[in-house]
Each structure stands twice: as C-alpha cells, then as structure tokens.
C-alpha cells in the first residue's frame, strides 16, 4: 500500500527530473545557438587610411545620417535599447558607435557593417548589415573616420541578450543571423559602361531601401508587415516621390505607412536634391526589369 512518504518521495523525483530534463534543454539550445553564430570568419582586405579632412568626414556624417545609424544607434550615437519592440529577440542593445569607434579598430567596424561579423568574432543578429554589404570602400572609410571623430555622449546601456524564442528559432533551422543573410546580398547589377546616373541611383538604393524592399527591391514580406515592390514609383511623379523621401507622406496625401514614414523622416528627408533624382531615375526602371522567385536570399525568409 502506498503511505504519504512514498508518494511524497516520488514526487520530489519525479519534479527533479523535469527541473533537470529543463536544464539540459536549456543547456542545448543555448549551446546550440552560440555554435551557429560562431561559426563566422571575418574576411580581410578592407584597406583604411586615416583621414580628418572635413569634407571626407562630412561624407561619413551624410552616409551615417542616410543609411539610419542615428536611428538605431540613436540621434547622437549615444546608442540604443530594443526591449518592447523587438521583444522575440531578447534585449538588442545597438551601442554607443562613437565610443564603439574609438575602442575597436577600423577592420572591426568594415566586419560589422559589412559582413555582419561582431567585436567578438560572433555574428550579429539585429544589425541589418545585409543593408550595407554595397557599401563602397570609400564611404565605408568615410563612416569609420566620421563615427571615430564624433563626440563621445556617455549614456549607461545594458547587456544585451539573446532571447529563447531567438535560440530555439536558431536551434531549429528557421532564423538567420546577418552574416548569413549578408552572404545571400547580389552583386550590383549595373557598371562602368551604363548610364552614370541610373549607376548612382542603383548605388544608393541596394544600400538604402534593401533593408526592407527585399534585396532586389521587389518587395518584401516580414512576419506579416508587407513592404511593396518599388515598381510601386511607376505611379509617383517626381514632386510625390520628393513628397514622400522627406515627409513620409506616399502619393495622394496618404500618411497610412507607419514605418515607412519614420525611416523617411529619419532618413531620407537628408537625401540631397541630386541623389533624389538619381535614386528615382533607378526606380523608375524596375518596371522594365523581370523578378526572380527563385532568388537565394527570398528563400531565407
Ligand atoms: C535597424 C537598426 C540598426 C541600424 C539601421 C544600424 N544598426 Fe548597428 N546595430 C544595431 C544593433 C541592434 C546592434 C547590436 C548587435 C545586434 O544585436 O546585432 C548593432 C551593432 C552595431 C555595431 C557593433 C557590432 C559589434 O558588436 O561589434 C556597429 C559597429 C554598428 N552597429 C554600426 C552601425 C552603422 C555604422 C550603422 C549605419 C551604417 C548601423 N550600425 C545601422 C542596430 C542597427
Ligand atoms: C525600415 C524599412 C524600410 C525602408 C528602409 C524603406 N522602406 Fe519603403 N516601406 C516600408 C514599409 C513597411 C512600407 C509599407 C507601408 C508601411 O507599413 O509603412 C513601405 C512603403 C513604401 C512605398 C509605398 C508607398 C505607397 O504609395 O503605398 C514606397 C514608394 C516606398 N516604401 C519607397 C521606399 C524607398 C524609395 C526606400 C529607399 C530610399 C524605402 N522605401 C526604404 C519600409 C521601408
């Protein structure tokens, strides 16, 4: 016959096995996760030479203000925590830069900028460095002397930290980290021989909107947020599209793009009245140009 003390005792097993089964889990998805984003190589080669010219430093301010690193890495560069709106990731801490800048070197910025490779040799996971893989040499080592010149604002910042819901998703194949998705960035599609202008506008688009329009600017879809195809601009005339860059308004007066707006607003509204043209007169050639289903990086999503 069963007494109290024996089921008493079972009990205390049968709770010690599932605190320890939880443990190893947990022991194996971190292990797991911190594998796979190890498992990244910087590649070297990214020639820096020292600049202070104030142009050349200007041109690093313009790159920084255009390509959103006040926005992530906040309006002084003093950095910046996402807890509630990236709540799945865990606690994403994008750092001071310009503290950043004086206490790593150059070839460690070009790895995280460009390749999605960390400080610590880890890939990173909600940089978007795939947005910057175009990045050419020379505003690359613009935005490095710029972030190294910028005034240091102290601000205390946590440690960040990678969620479980981030690990599992990476313990069970169905999440990337930036240095994957970086891989998966094509090559420009536009040179020498074509038309300068439409070559500028290819530029600052494959460093601009492909963060979120999809690598090949045809649209996009994230969880459930859809971000169109740009062939969308056929529709725009110019003063809508220059409406649009620096107000966050789309055409007929719409304010319905939340997060279009703000990343206008933040972004593109420093765009000079040149690169709007040459940006737009690369858009307006999507229309022409057919999409490929079969893209690498569209099978990632
Ligand atoms: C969408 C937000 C976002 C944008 C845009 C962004 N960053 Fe970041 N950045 C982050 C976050 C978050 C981290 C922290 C690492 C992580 O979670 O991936 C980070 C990390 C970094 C790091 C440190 C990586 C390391 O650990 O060594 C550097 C350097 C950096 N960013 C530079 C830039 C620069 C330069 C720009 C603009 C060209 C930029 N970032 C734009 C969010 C952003
Ligand atoms: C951080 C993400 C992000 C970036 C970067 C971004 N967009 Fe968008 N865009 C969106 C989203 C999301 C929408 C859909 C509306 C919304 O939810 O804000 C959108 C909508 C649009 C629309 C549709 C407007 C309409 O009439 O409905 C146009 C045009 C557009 N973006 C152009 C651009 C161009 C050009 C760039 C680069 C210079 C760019 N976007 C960069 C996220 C982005």
Redesign the pocket.
């Known amino acids: 016959m069963l007494n109290a003390a024996v089921i008493g005792r079972t009990l205390v097993f049968l709770l010690l096995a599932i605190a320890l089964a939880s443990a190893a889990f947990a022991a194996y998805v971190y292990t797991a996760s911190e594998r796979y984003l190890g498992e990244v190589v910087p590649q070297a080669g990214f020639a820096y030479e020292e600049n202070q010219d104030p142009e050349f430093l200007e041109r690093g301010r313009h790159i920084a203000r255009t390509r959103?690193c006040f926005g992530c890495h906040g309006q002084q560069l003093e950095g910046l925590v996402f807890e509630e709106e990236w709540a799945w990731v865990g606690t994403a801490v994008a750092p001071n830069l310009a503290q950043h800048a004086r206490d790593h070197d150059a070839m460690t910025i070009e790895a995280a900028v460009r390749q999605g490779i960390g400080h610590d040799g880890k890939a990173l996971w909600s940089m978007p460095s795939y947005?910057f893989v175009l990045l050419a040499d020379d505003d690359m080592a613009a935005l490095i002397a710029y972030l190294q010149s910028a005034p240091v604002i102290e601000k205390a910042l946590p440690e960040p930290d990678l969620g479980w819901e981030a690990r599992w998703l990476i313990v069970r194949g169905e999440a990337q980290h930036m240095a994957e998705w970086a891989v998966h960035m094509p090559e420009l599609l536009l040179g020498p021989d074509d038309d300068p202008q439409l070559v500028r506008g290819e530029y600052?688009?494959k460093t601009?909107?492909?963060?979120?329009?999809g690598f090949d600017l045809r649209g996009d879809l994230a969880g459930d947020?859809?971000?169109?195809d740009?062939a969308?601009?056929a529709?725009?005339s110019d003063d809508d599209?220059r409406h649009?860059?620096k107000t966050g308004e789309?055409?007929?007066g719409?304010s319905?793009?939340?997060?279009?707006?703000?990343?206008?607003r933040d972004?593109?509204a420093y765009?000079t009245e040149d690169e709007l043209s040459d940006?737009l007169a690369y858009?307006r050639t999507l229309p022409g140009t057919p999409i490929d289903p079969d893209a690498s990086w569209r099978q990632l999503n």
Not at 225 to 228: E, G, L, N, S, Y
Not at 256 to 264: E, F, K, T, W
């Open positions: 959103g947005n600052l688009a601009t909107c492909n963060e979120c329009h947020m859809a971000m169109p740009l969308i601009l529709a725009y599209f649009l860059m789309a055409i007929g719409r319905d793009l939340p997060l279009m707006s703000m990343v206008a972004r593109f765009f940006l858009l």
